[in-house]
């Protein structure tokens, strides 16, 4: 099925653990005439960009990108559309899903290419394994923990997290992004170390009262 010029596309990438290519993922979203959202651990979501297509009802057709084939993905991005229409009513958004990039008769074809290529040597310092920078434990006494899986980023993981660093910005807190930590229904989920304590169903109004409780957490081990 060839794409209808009034259709809005997204490509839809999720970051490793370590991160995604943000500027590479932007670019190729210009280059093909589309925009660009992350199924997790970034921004902006996949439930952002339906919002914005829903307010001007135009067709959506999302791309998966993935090589080779990330099943994860593929499943994930449709619940996430399915969570979007159950969240925000009956809403008659045309969404249509793609294969993945493994389907392109192209692909092939493209890394055959980049291996005849004969690539270029391999240029690099080994200090980075080595280096101090990368062998002390920030100074902190609570690690924060905020959810940034599926289904949480898809509750607003992400202004979560903001609000917290906000409001958190003068305290001695190490606040790490982590994948799904499993109690999706509860998210967004916050867990603080080394107490222990679970945060439920955050909003970025109530980050205020959680900020709260890890400024007592401090307090009780600074004593």
Same mark, same amino acid.
């Given at each position: 099925?060839?794409?209808?010029?009034?259709?809005?596309?997204?490509l839809v990438?999720?970051?490793?653990?370590?991160?995604?290519?943000?500027?590479?993922?932007?670019?190729?979203?210009?280059?093909?005439? !589309?925009?660009?959202?992350?199924?997790?651990?970034?921004?902006?979501?996949?439930?952002?960009?339906?919002?914005?297509?829903?307010?001007?009802?135009?067709?959506?057709?999302?791309?998966?990108?993935?090589?080779?084939?990330?099943?994860?993905?593929?499943?994930?991005?449709?619940? !996430?559309?399915?969570?979007?229409?159950?969240?925000?009513?009956?809403?008659?958004?045309?969404?249509?899903?793609?294969?993945?990039?493994?389907?392109?008769?192209?692909?092939?074809? !493209?890394?055959?290419?980049?291996?005849?290529?004969?690539?270029?040597?391999?240029?690099?310092?080994?200090?980075?394994f080595r280096?101090?920078?990368?062998?002390?434990i920030p100074?902190?006494?609570?690690?924060?923990?905020?959810?940034?899986?599926?289904?949480?980023?898809?509750?607003?993981?992400?202004?979560?997290?903001?609000?917290?660093?906000?409001?958190?910005?003068?305290?001695?807190?190490?606040?790490?992004?982590?994948?799904?930590?499993?109690?999706?229904?509860?998210?967004?989920?916050?867990?603080?170390?080394?107490?222990?304590?679970?945060?439920?169903?955050?909003?970025?109004?109530?980050?205020?009262?959680? !900020?709260?409780?890890?400024?007592?957490?401090?307090?009780?081990?600074?004593?």
């Open positions: 099925m060839s794409v209808e010029p009034e259709s809005q596309v997204v990438a999720r970051p490793t653990p370590s991160g995604v290519d943000e500027r590479s993922v932007r670019s190729l979203a210009e280059t093909v005439g !589309a925009r660009w959202a992350m199924l997790d651990q970034g921004e902006p979501s996949v439930h952002d960009e339906l919002d914005l297509a829903a307010r001007s009802c135009v067709p959506v057709v999302l791309v998966p990108l993935a090589v080779p084939r990330d099943r994860y993905l593929e499943t994930w991005l449709a619940r !996430a559309v399915a969570n979007w229409r159950e969240t925000r009513g009956d809403h008659e958004l045309e969404v249509r899903i793609t294969d993945g990039l493994d389907a392109a008769a192209g692909l092939a074809g !493209a890394v055959q290419e980049l291996i005849a290529s004969g690539g270029r040597e391999a240029r690099a310092s080994p200090r980075a280096s101090p920078e990368w062998s002390e100074e902190h006494r609570v690690h924060v923990m905020v959810c940034r899986g599926p289904r949480c980023t898809a509750h607003g993981a992400g202004e979560v997290q903001r609000a917290l660093v906000r409001e958190l910005l003068d305290a001695p807190v190490l606040m790490s992004a982590s994948g799904c930590l499993t109690p999706c229904n509860l998210g967004p989920l916050v867990v603080t170390y080394p107490d222990g304590t679970w945060h439920a169903s955050i909003t970025p109004e109530s980050a205020r009262d959680v !900020a709260g409780s890890i400024r007592e957490t401090i307090r009780d081990y600074m004593l």
